[in-house]
């Protein structure tokens, strides 16, 4: 029997910053040892803490060692495993806690956290279905499969679960739908088309804890009565898919999947479709369309999936965390447990990717409710550089911004779409004072724009004509009724398009309007953008009252835009400064500031 | 496939021919289908062994 | 057509045999596509990968001139699995066992040895069949090109009626006609053996009516096909012809048969908008005038009567072919007076039963009607043969399988398929002076298997000779696959490469339709 | 099933349930602007020119796709609709030719349609705008998508209907064009040139060669007459300008063909003015052809034929009647040929 064991997050993140790597080495270090028998290695999924990956996690010990590079292993293992004490310096240590800490419960990143649907990830072996049993996995399904589809439905509709892909749509209430349409084949289908830039928690659902989809998606096919499913999941997470393969071997192995499933006399087939990662796929009948072999593009609705979906037939269609959520809410209690958690509106817990300007990125999973101040100040640690809050967009290239006076609004489907964003899939990016807001509308449509399935004219034609908008805007070319002509077709957008996706896209633009109206007109009246990232509209100048004469900023300059002697305050020459903003990030003495561009007008008297 | 919970006894025969309908809740509180000491004891083991704490599971 | 052509795209199961259709019937291929997309199941028999047999579940790719034999074969497997509509045959057939026991000999395994088509195609389609709601054939003349021809006709009735599917809407046996009035033609008594509306010549009370009517007397002895016309002119018995609009030295089969009768005539008129390789052999050209020009009515593949206006004047002094005709039968001593189109057409319907109902009026009202059209109040008839056919009882046929006139031998080794190509039509006098479709498709392709072509030296575009007993022309050639090996296919649409030169002027006992469908020829690399 | 009952405008309109808004709205004789919209087709929501308001409803509704609801309360030109309406035109011509004095579309284009009725003259959006190459290789129609407002039915129509699939939308966003998988010229791809596509273009994107310049659409007559090819029996409109057939376009009301051609009937019209046409009666004297009048030509003819039947008898004579020619052609023919005594008449059924 084992003594410890290491598990070492294996999920893309730390994968990235150099995990497998750190695998080797300990994978060596225990060979070298002759410690293979008495410790165990296993790649998990993530643990959420992308910020300071690579992570080990020691048990029984629950020792949470972080940032580890190969070199540190065999200190780790001589100390650690050898000698039994723990190694100080590979702890996670930060602004946050005083004495470097231990564990989810010492460091403040997981102390706001409530794990239901990351329950597993980092603690088991993604690939191992007992671990997945022995946590209490394929409960849920054995007791569905005593129950009539209608009781099953009751509960998911008790538990006030709802769509975590984007609308936010009764759970329960779709499923009933499809329960109740008439077809003589029905489907069930995963969403796992993450299209979000920056979002990666079904990704990590997927990667960490396989099984809870699998069984989520039988339970429904059990409830609708459907006898196959599709995981539609994009080709760019191989890891997850390989992991769904694996996941599902070993469930059929069981007897989990395929014939007479545990001699109830169910049938359930799984398919996994590679989708090509059109960000339009993610919207449901564009994805199904997709799995059909046709161009992914959406269709009006109704039909609804649920009574026409996947070749006409009634189809359930939701996402990884949906379907993560069922296994709690159909096992024994797990209903009450869930509608503990949350809000009148929105039950249960919601995990974000935590991105941007943000001290700990990486993924959390929190109970709605929570404050963003919560997430973003004590789970997330707040801003980078300790610099100063600005907004936060919610939701992706569908949701909005939140600006600081928002910081309170409790996170949570109602909320979120009154302050003009959404839950969304629950990309969470963080913005300071260097991010300018026009520029961050400017981005998210040119994706929209770039990814519109260019079917129905307000999305094809209107987003195009609101990007050239904002890229004159942000060229210092804007014209005063740029404004309302903005406003004008986002809400014919809003207003006309075919799909969601579209009816959404313009939120980003609305939003930044709402909270930042001043910084646009700045842009457009003034022509300065004062967080100095729009390059044609603000100068770079230095504080003399803050110089030092370091030189550090004039050795950095690419183009020699900086002159100065030692010790002597410097300057910068606007004609040939190209705003690369490296001596910005260059100087110690935040003296490099941004300012309105001198006219002729300004210099003359 | 290596399987974690084997049959504690001939009694036993799930396989994904002849499912048994008490699988799951027998790997975790087995077994269901009849009454043994041995076999309860043998499954107790088991559980005890890997069930180290609330976060964790070992193997 | 038993059925009407919307009715096809609720069919339940389709059932093509001998036709490519969206390329000969283009239009009807779009209510098969809707009918399948629908969910229907599609069965075609071709021994060509048309793009039915593409688009079918089951294409049973036959070897040519084998249909009876694949028929007899589906009707084995109807019965011996029992899916047969016995209530059907019980009230409204007869010759039920003489069939069954015809159809016996037919074992799957016999069938896939003449037809090679394999035991579990055979089996899959005839269930396909058989178990549908409702099931409809469409066929053209790749089955009635045959010296088998009728056989495979009265087959292909078997089969309807063993599995009942006659007299209800999306079934039926459905000839799709290959000529915009060819049904027309035969409606108005276009034919040796009746008059209009099918009523038979020597029938002693319509010869006394038609008699009455046109206030001459009748001969009441059945006239000549074309086919055997041919012969008698040979022979020496027909000494003048009257064409209307025909080119038969492009499509008779044996076309220079054809040709050296025309040569032989002592006197030939020909009515028609150009100068036709047939025309060029007359005595007499009368210019006509075209469909665009003149006031009618055409009769459709579904019985479906429609006035069709004319748009612009004839050129020249080219006059409709009815005034031409009025003109003529005047000069021979009759008086005819008619005051147009519509004054033919009452007197045509004023004797013809089934169009009895019909007027000008009610077609410009209704569109069109679709006959039998008793009378004024009749509503016309989207599908015949409800409750009983027109003889009665819906007599079985059984037939045997015989194989083709002229099968490949030594000197001969290839089959020829003769047809058309989507952007042609016939022999080309329309298409090949329409501007756009000669520039898409200028030339014959002889469609020959790449196999075959490679043995030859032959590649994509070489010239070939092509030969038979009976004549040869040189054409391009492409390599496809839609033909088997020792399978070529020309159409008859260019006057260059005239593959009726080639085709062998057998033909079917009964119809005298000549065998299009199956010649031997040769085929070799040219200069 | 019962039907439904709701309001549009103001009036009730009663309706059998999976009506679309649209079709409930053209009940009541209200004209909702389309381009999208395809009776044959599954709706495809593309256009949003159809949008209406309907009472509750979060945003606008496109009414060719939206099936009615009892008690439902529907606005077809409210402010709201009109100013999505206009705000679309004026997106499409932002991206759109304006070169409709030479356009051939001129007349029955929906874009000037819809334009006219919602006074949108010209766009007020700078910007980029399409440049794509003209593709006129193939010699049946001229394919130009700098026009295309990528309503989508010419798709529909080649992949559903005609099953040949030669186009598709292709590229995603404001890069979206309809045509042949890897940009190839029609002529390319597995185009059948059924013209199907031409004839539900809203637009001037899809145009027929031969009636190029040859004249507009409120100078043409159309006459109705039935295809001379196969036995289908497709009823079409040919295009009649100074007694001159200038195109051809399909009876959407057909009773055989429902609006549906083939690459023949479509554009296989023009055979009717050729030069080659017979013009005079023509007798051949010592093995050459010379024109003659129609009274010497028939008389010769009577003659022959008199002489004939004197000499072998009315079974010596053979007459071809047509299967091209009219019913009433057919007739007199084979009246003819019995009233001269013999039954000796055929036509080329059998080929």
Redesign the interface.
């Given at each position: 029997m084992y003594e410890k064991h290491l598990m070492i997050c294996g999920a893309t993140g730390c994968l990235s910053s150099g995990s497998a790597k750190v695998h080797q080495a300990l994978v060596e270090e225990l060979a070298k040892h002759k410690l293979e028998k008495k410790c165990r290695l296993v790649m998990t999924g993530c643990p959420g803490f992308c910020e300071v990956g690579p992570i080990i996690v020691i048990y029984p010990d629950e020792v949470f060692y972080c940032r580890l590079k190969p070199q540190d292993i065999p200190e780790l293992v001589e100390k650690h495993l050898l000698g039994g004490e723990i190694v100080e310096r590979l702890l996670y240590k930060g602004p946050d806690v005083d004495a470097p800490a231990r564990f989810y419960d010492t460091i403040p990143f997981y102390r706001k956290q409530k794990f239901n649907v990351l329950r597993n990830s980092g603690i088991i072996d993604p690939e191992n279905i007992d671990e997945y049993i022995m946590r209490g996995g394929y409960r849920a399904l054995s007791r569905a499969l005593k129950m009539e589809p209608m009781e099953i439905i009751d509960e998911v509709k008790r538990s006030g679960l709802r769509g975590r892909g984007g609308a936010g749509f009764p759970t329960g209430l779709k499923w009933e739908f499809t329960y109740k349409a008439v077809g003589d084949k029905k489907y069930v289908v995963c969403n796992a088309d993450e299209g979000d830039p920056g979002a990666f928690m079904d990704r990590s659902i997927l990667e960490g804890d396989p099984h809870a989809v699998l069984e989520g998606m039988l339970i429904a096919a059990r409830a609708i009565g459907s006898d196959e499913g599709y995981i539609y999941c994009r080709a760019e997470y191989p890891l997850a898919i390989k992991r769904l393969k694996t996941a599902i071997a070993q469930a059929e192995e069981y007897g989990f999947v395929g014939e007479n499933i545990l001699g109830y006399g169910f049938n359930f087939k799984f398919n996994i479709k590679e989708g090509a990662g059109a960000f339009v796929c993610g919207e449901e009948t564009a994805l199904l369309a997709s799995i059909e072999g046709k161009r992914g593009m959406p269709r009006p609705r109704p039909p609804f999936p649920a009574t026409s979906g996947l070749w006409g037939k009634p189809t359930v269609i939701n996402n990884v965390e949906t379907y993560a959520n069922i296994p709690l809410i159909l096992r024994e209690g797990g209903l009450e447990e869930f509608v503990k958690i949350g809000t009148e509106g929105s039950k249960g817990t919601k995990v974000f990717a935590l991105a941007g300007k943000i001290r700990n990125t990486g993924l959390c999973e929190v109970p709605m409710g929570i404050t963003l101040r919560e997430i973003i100040f004590d789970i997330g640690g707040g801003i980078k550089g300790g610099r100063e809050f600005k907004a936060v967009q919610a939701g992706g290239p569908s949701g909005g911004c939140i600006p600081a006076e928002k910081l309170d609004l409790p996170v949570d489907y109602d909320s979120l779409t009154q302050a003009g964003a959404i839950m969304g899939s629950g990309g969470l990016v963080v913005m300071d004072d260097r991010t300018c807001m026009v520029d961050l509308a400017r981005y998210f449509l040119s994706f929209t724009q770039k990814e519109s399935c260019g079917k129905c004219i307000p999305c094809r034609e209107g987003t195009k004509r609101m990007l050239e908008i904002l890229e004159r805007i942000t060229e210092g070319l804007g014209k005063p009724d740029d404004l309302d002509r903005l406003q004008e077709l986002a809400s014919t957008i809003k207003d006309s398009a075919l799909c969601g996706l579209g009816q959404t896209c313009p939120n980003p633009v609305l939003s930044t309007i709402r909270y930042f109206r001043h910084e646009y007109e700045e842009h457009i009246n003034e022509k300065f953008c004062r967080s100095g990232v729009c390059k044609s509209l603000f100068d770079y100048f230095i504080d003399p009252e803050l110089c030092n004469g370091c030189t550090r900023c004039a050795r950095i300059c690419p183009v020699g835009a900086i002159s100065g002697e030692r010790k002597e305050t410097h300057v910068i020459d606007p004609e040939i400064c190209t705003r690369c903003g490296s001596c910005v990030e260059r100087c110690r003495q935040e003296a490099i500031k941004v300012t309105r561009v001198r006219r002729e007008a300004d210099v003359n008297h | 496939m290596k399987r974690f919970i084997d049959p504690c006894c001939e009694k036993c025969n799930h396989s994904k021919e002849t499912p048994c309908k008490d699988f799951v809740e027998c790997c975790t509180n087995g077994p269901i289908c009849h009454e043994d000491a041995s076999c309860a004891a043998k499954r107790k083991a088991i559980i005890d062994r890997v069930a180290l704490n609330e976060h964790f599971v070992i193997f | 057509m038993t059925n009407s052509?919307?009715e096809i795209a609720d069919a339940k199961a389709i059932f093509i045999i001998g036709s490519n259709t969206?390329e000969?019937?283009?239009?009807?291929?779009?209510r098969v596509?809707?009918a399948v997309?629908k969910g229907a199941v599609l069965i075609v028999a071709d021994p060509r990968v048309t793009?039915m047999a593409k688009?079918a579940d089951y294409h049973l790719r036959l070897r040519p001139g084998t249909d009876v034999a694949l028929l007899n074969g589906l009707m084995h497997i109807i019965i011996a699995e029992d899916l047969l509509d016995v209530d059907f045959i019980e009230k409204r057939t007869e010759g039920f066992e003489k069939l069954k026991e015809k159809v016996a000999e037919y074992t799957p395994e016999r069938v896939a040895e003449i037809t090679g088509v394999a035991v579990s195609d055979l089996r899959a389609a005839a269930r396909a069949y058989a178990t549908a709601e409702n099931a409809a054939i469409l066929y053209t003349?790749g089955i009635?090109?045959h010296t088998t021809g009728t056989d495979n006709v009265l087959s292909v009735a078997n089969l309807a009626m063993l599995t009942g599917n006659v007299g209800k809407p999306s079934s039926g046996v459905n000839p799709?006609?290959?000529?915009?009035?060819?049904?027309?033609?035969?409606?108005?008594?276009?034919?040796?053996?009746v008059?209009?509306g099918y009523q038979r010549?020597g029938d002693p009370q319509v010869q006394e009516k038609?008699a009455q009517a046109?206030g001459?007397?009748?001969?009441d002895?059945?006239?000549?096909?074309?086919?055997k016309?041919m012969n008698?002119?040979h022979e020496g018995?027909?000494?003048?012809?009257?064409?209307?609009?025909?080119n038969?030295v492009l499509?008779?089969a044996n076309a220079n048969h054809a040709a050296e009768a025309l040569e032989k005539l002592?006197?030939l008129?020909v009515q028609?908008?150009?100068?036709t390789e047939t025309?060029a052999y007359?005595?007499?050209?009368?210019?006509?005038a075209?469909?665009?020009?003149?006031l009618?009515?055409?009769?459709?593949?579904?019985r479906?009567?429609?006035?069709?206006?004319?748009?612009?004047?004839p050129?020249?002094?080219?006059?409709?072919?009815?005034e031409?005709?009025?003109?003529?039968?005047n000069?021979?001593g009759?008086n005819?007076s008619y005051s147009g189109?519509e004054a033919?057409?009452n007197?045509?319907a004023s004797l013809t039963p089934s169009y009895a109902g019909m007027s000008y009026q009610r077609l410009a009202e209704n569109?069109?009607l679709q006959w039998p059209c008793p009378d004024k109040d009749h509503p016309g008839t989207p599908y015949l043969h409800v409750g009983k056919f027109s003889r009665g009882l819906g007599q079985f046929t059984p037939v045997d399988y015989k194989p083709p006139a002229e099968l490949p031998d030594e000197e001969y080794p290839f089959v020829l398929s003769t047809g058309r190509h989507?952007?042609?039509?016939?022999t080309g006098?329309?298409?090949r002076?329409?501007?756009?479709?000669e520039?898409?498709r200028p030339e014959e392709l002889v469609e020959i298997h790449p196999e075959d072509a490679a043995r030859l030296g032959l590649e994509e575009g070489d010239r070939a000779r092509i030969s038979s007993r009976r004549g040869e022309v040189v054409a391009k050639v492409t390599l496809t696959e839609r033909v088997k090996p020792g399978h070529v296919f020309m159409t008859f649409h260019y006057r260059e490469a005239a593959a009726n030169l080639l085709t062998n002027d057998a033909f079917c006992p009964v119809?005298?339709?000549?065998e299009?469908k199956v010649c031997a020829v040769n085929v070799e690399k040219a200069d | 099933m019962s039907t439904i009952k709701l309001t549009i405008d103001g009036r009730q309109v009663e309706v059998e349930p999976g009506t679309t808004i649209l079709e409930a709205a053209r009940k009541l004789g209200i004209d909702i602007p389309t381009f999208c919209h395809d009776p044959e087709l599954a709706p495809n929501g593309a256009c949003r020119i159809c949008v209406v308001e309907v009472e509750k409803a979060r945003a606008l509704v496109a009414s060719c796709s939206a099936p009615v609801a009892p008690d439902m309360v529907v606005y077809t030109e409210s402010e709201r609709v009109v100013q999505a309406r206009k705000a679309i035109l004026r997106l499409i011509l932002a991206n759109h030719p304006l070169d409709c004095i030479t356009c051939e579309k001129t007349g029955e284009c929906k874009l000037q349609d819809y334009c006219y009725r919602y006074g949108i003259s010209e766009s007020d959006f700078e910007g980029e705008v399409k440049d794509l190459p003209l593709d006129d290789t193939n010699p049946f129609y001229i394919r130009d998508m700098n026009k295309c407002i990528l309503c989508g039915r010419c798709v529909g129509r080649c992949q559903e209907i005609n099953g040949a699939g030669a186009i598709d939308f292709i590229n995603r966003g404001f890069n979206t064009v309809v045509g042949p998988a890897y940009g190839d010229p029609i002529e390319k791809s597995s185009c059948v040139f059924c013209g199907m596509c031409v004839d539900v273009c809203p637009v001037g994107a899809l145009v027929p060669k031969a009636g190029i310049g040859k004249g507009r659409p409120w100078e043409v007559k159309k006459v109705k007459t039935i295809c001379p090819y196969c036995g289908t029996g497709c009823s079409l409109y040919l295009h009649v300008k100074d007694g001159c057939i200038i195109g051809a376009s399909p009876d959407f009301d057909g009773p055989a063909n429902r609006g549906h051609l083939c690459s023949k009937g479509r554009f296989g019209w023009d055979f009717v003015h050729s030069e080659d046409r017979l013009t005079k009666p023509l007798i051949k004297k010592d093995g050459v052809f010379v024109e003659a009048s129609w009274d010497e030509a028939l008389d010769l003819v009577a003659e022959k034929v008199r002489d004939l039947i004197k000499r072998y008898g009315p079974d010596s004579l053979m007459g071809l009647s047509s299967a091209k020619a009219t019913n009433e052609e057919n007739y007199l023919f084979q009246k003819l040929m019995r009233s001269l005594g013999t039954n000796n008449v055929d036509h080329c059924a059998r080929l």
């Open positions: - | - | 052509i919307g969206s000969t019937h283009p239009v009807i291929s779009y596509r809707e997309r793009e688009l003349m009635t090109q799709l006609r290959g000529q915009n009035n060819v049904q027309g033609a035969c409606d108005m008594g276009g034919l040796p053996n008059f209009t010549v038609f046109w001459v007397p009748l001969s002895k059945p006239g000549l096909t074309v086919t016309a008698a002119i018995k027909i000494k003048g012809m009257l064409i209307m609009g025909e038969l499509s008779e002592e006197f008129v028609d908008i150009f100068m025309a007359a005595d007499v050209v009368l210019p006509a075209a469909y665009a020009e003149k009618g009515t055409y009769t459709n593949t579904e479906r009567v429609q006035l069709s206006y004319p748009a612009v004047p050129p020249g002094e080219a006059r409709p072919d009815w031409i005709l009025v003109d003529l039968a000069r021979l009759f005819w189109p033919i057409f007197e045509m569109r069109s989507l952007f042609h039509y016939h006098t329309m298409t002076r329409s501007a756009p479709l520039q898409h119809a005298t339709t000549p299009l | -």
